[in-house]
């Protein structure tokens, strides 16, 4: 799920951003801003780090409660005392 999630993330975030880069959806007031659309530059290697980054929070948020349920015995847990 993780993957998944990471993975449409990723898409929608790239493809609105090379949205933005050709297009210029976005446009700023140049009374307040020295520019007059919002500027845009991809650095790829910056969102390879983030798509990993999230996986490896998402495994180990995963792998911790699966390890503490591996040391609970069911027979004791559902003994009615």
Do not use: D
């Not at 493809?15 to 307040?32: D, S």
């Amino acid at each position: 799920i993780a993957l998944i999630g990471v993975g449409i993330g990723a898409f929608i975030g790239i493809g609105l951003c090379l949205l933005q880069q050709h297009f210029q959806l976005i446009q700023l007031n140049e009374l307040e801003y020295y520019v007059s659309t919002a500027p845009i530059h991809i650095i790829w290697w910056q969102i390879l780090v983030v798509c990993i980054v999230t996986m490896l929070i998402c495994f180990i948020s995963l792998l911790l409660p699966s390890m503490l349920v591996t040391k609970i015995n069911p027979v004791k847990a559902i003994q009615f005392r």
